[in-house]
């Protein structure tokens, strides 16, 4: 096996590890906050229909987007590596009384190359948000997600801007600056709210859960799909979220360290899309 696939393989078991144990503390204010701004974002991208649109979730959290956007879909498949967070993300579907064929959540490590990973299933959306900067590599992913749209089918990514300090916020994240003792609230869901909390590697476990510590550039979501053949990809910076701000909130606690520090930083959230041909 070639060594980039071990390393992948060794980072999808680092975040599904780390993700589980978080996955009972991501509903939190922030989490939630951040999932409703994204999902404010991804309605206004597409003509969503009830009777039709069918939604895939990847890396979906505990559902913190996917909940918003039910009134608006005819279904919604949620994709963790996570257990826990598909536990929880279908705990919840039960406790509301939403049956399992309008909206459920499945346990997948990664996309393969054919579709029998979501039961053949393809989609009118498919949505990742917050999860990005997590994949190894995300072009690879990218192109997964083209082969499970539907013909005029729409990809959105929601994740961090090469903006605003972040990979300083990365560095103290993953506590090669300062004592690690931190938890990461913004949303896998929500997700990693990382909608994306997360809580990163106790005694630097998980050092390996973030690829990319700079955020993505424009040009790099663009030129990335295009690569993988989406047509007419665009970028949007949707809203931002500052520090002080998240400070605010319930939840901004699990970044710890970070927020009693005297670092200053500032999250630029993106969306990018692109359609199927």
């Known amino acids: ?141 990218t192109r997964a997600f083209v082969q499970r749209l539907k013909p005029k089918g729409r990809l959105m990514v929601i994740d961090f801007a090469n903006a605003g300090n972040i990979e300083q916020f990365f560095e103290y994240f993953l506590g090669n600056k300062g004592e690690h003792e931190h938890d990461h609230g913004h949303g896998h869901g929500h997700g990693h709210g990382h909608g994306h909390g997360h809580g990163h590697g106790h005694e630097h476990k998980h050092e390996n859960i973030i690829a990319h510590k700079h955020g993505f550039s424009s040009e790099q979501m663009i030129d990335m799909f295009k690569a993988a053949d989406l047509q007419n990809p665009q970028v949007e910076c949707i809203f931002t979220m500052p520090k002080s701000e998240m400070k605010t909130y319930q939840g901004f606690e699990y970044f710890n360290k970070i927020m009693k520090s005297d670092v200053d930083f500032t999250f630029h959230y993106f969306m990018a899309y692109g359609d199927k041909g």
């Open 1 to 141: 096996m070639a060594v980039e696939h071990i390393y992948q393989d060794e980072c999808v078991k680092a975040n599904a590890e780390h993700f589980s144990e978080q996955a009972e503390s991501y509903r939190n204010e922030l989490s939630m906050e951040v999932a409703k701004r994204c999902a404010s974002y991804i309605l206004k991208k597409f003509p969503f229909d009830p009777n039709i649109t069918e939604i895939l979730d990847f890396a979906c959290g505990p559902g913190l987007i996917a909940f918003h956007l039910l009134p608006h879909a005819k279904r919604i498949v949620g994709a963790d590596a996570a257990q826990g967070m598909v536990e929880v993300f279908n705990r919840s579907v039960q406790e509301q009384g939403i049956s399992p064929e309008k909206m459920h959540c499945i346990k997948v490590d990664c996309l393969k190359g054919d579709q029998t990973d979501i039961d053949g299933a393809l989609f009118d959306v498919i949505i990742c948000v917050q999860s990005y900067h997590h994949f190894e590599d995300p072009l690879h992913v």
